[in-house]
């Protein structure tokens, strides 16, 4: 498999995109099950406080996580498409997971780009993603490869 790459952020004036990525040595359906199953999240993603909703295309869900502990991110599932791509996001900014199907497991990435043309206004009031981003990546490994 390719190596996994840590989490890295390209800023821009009216956008920033952090993105990840790394090989998991577990099938599409498995990691898909995870991303998917908002009552489980909490259980293995430690970046992610709590889920409402359900995940599927069209709906809403309520996501509370570490990094921002004191919010509740309201996001709409924007697309899925089985084991291979899902799209979340909210008005600022979307996140694409990605799972690519290898020989020996799959490569998960995970990128997420907020932009705006009121982005330069807020943007030194973002918190970096990278370390988050990373756990994530790391958290997902974990899970899938111990099913």
């Known amino acids: 498999m390719a190596q996994s790459q840590p989490a890295s952020t ?6 920033r ?14 990691v898909w099950t995870l991303l998917t199953d ?9 970046t992610v406080i709590s889920i409402d909703g359900d995940i599927a295309v069209g709906e809403k869900i309520k996501l509370k996580s570490t990094l921002a502990p004191e919010r509740t991110f309201k996001i709409r599932i924007k697309e899925m498409q089985d084991q ?3 799209v979340w996001g909210d ?6 997971f990605l799972i690519e199907k290898m020989a020996d497991g799959v490569r998960f ?15 030194n009031q973002l918190p970096s993603f990278d370390e988050n981003f990373d756990t994530y990546a790391a958290d997902l490994k974990r899970a899938a490869e111990s099913k």
Not at 38 to 46: E, G, V
């Open 91 to 96: 008005a600022m900014g979307k996140r694409v």
């Open 109 to 123: 990435t995970m990128t997420e780009k907020i932009s705006s043309p009121m982005f330069p206004l807020f943007a």
């Open 10 to 15: 390209i800023k821009k004036t009216f956008s």
């Open 84 to 86: 291979e791509r899902m």
């Open 17 to 30: 995109t952090t993105s990840v990525s790394t090989e998991i040595q577990a099938d599409a359906a498995t």
């Open 38 to 46: 908002a009552k489980d999240f909490p259980n293995w993603n430690s």
